[in-house]
């Protein structure tokens, strides 16, 4: 079965900073979804990549899908108090839209 | 216009219990999927329905656990005899279409989730 690892589990930044959070998987993806999960809420969905090297970008968001379609990763640029949440990467597995998830990571973003 | 709602949004029940929660999605949306979310985890699928079949119900843990979905809109899971360990948040998600190749492209879009507590 296909596993994601998401890292870091955790992350504070300063409001401003830059950071990253990477998603790798144990088999090739065949699409990889970022979702975004704040407190007692759904997951919204941020963006989906397919395509090897493919890159996607939201207002300060932008994710990648690696060449080897093994990896992804999710980039905020100048974070703010709004981009605190949990990150989630999510792969579609099986003949179905079905998704497997990462653990998630945790972001705070002080002020 | 109105997103995926699911109700209760918090269930407390004692163990032994049978609960159902349920999930309203968008209007018009065939494929209908629930997942389940313990803490500090990310969710897992539990069962997928397109129209009113259960197209995949690998993920149900046991037969405690059963779903339907009698007119291919509502859905209601259902879980019988309660366990302490099944608290968790029932999450529901809808999409256009489920059916695809490998590499499906069809948006989920989440409901807010149940948050079912097992005491």
């Known amino acids: 079965s296909q596993e994601l690892e998401q890292s870091p589990q955790s992350l504070i930044v300063q409001e401003g900073k830059n950071l990253t959070i990477n998603c790798t998987s144990s088999?090739?993806?065949?699409?990889l979804y970022w979702y975004k999960q704040k407190y007692g809420e759904g997951l919204i969905f941020l963006m989906m990549l397919q395509k090897g090297g493919e890159e996607k970008s939201h207002e300060k968001i932008t994710a990648k899908l690696d060449e080897k379609k093994q990896q992804s990763s999710l980039h905020i640029t100048a974070s703010q108090p709004s981009h605190a949440g949990i990150y989630l990467c999510?792969?579609?597995?099986?003949?179905?839209?079905?998704?497997?998830f990462g653990k998630g990571t945790m972001l705070l973003v002080s002020p | 216009g109105a997103g995926v709602s699911q109700t209760p949004s918090n269930k407390v029940t004692e163990k032994g219990k049978y609960v159902e929660l349920r999930c309203d999605p968008i209007s018009g949306h065939t494929a209908l999927y629930w997942y389940r979310q313990s803490l500090g985890q990310g969710p897992e699928f539990l069962i997928y329905f397109q129209g009113t079949g259960a197209a995949d119900d690998s993920g149900l843990p046991n037969d405690r656990f059963f779903a339907v979905r009698p007119e291919g809109s509502v859905s209601t899971l259902k879980i019988q005899r309660t366990e302490r360990g099944d608290s968790a948040v029932y999450l529901c998600?809808?999409?256009?279409?489920?059916?695809?190749?490998?590499?499906?492209?069809?948006?989920?879009?989440f409901g807010p989730g149940t948050r079912l507590t097992v005491t």
């Open positions: 088999k090739t993806l065949y699409g």
């Open positions: 999510g792969a579609p597995t099986g003949g179905y839209s079905t998704l497997t």
């Open positions: 998600a809808s999409s256009d279409n489920g059916v695809a190749s490998v590499g499906g492209t069809y948006e989920q879009y």
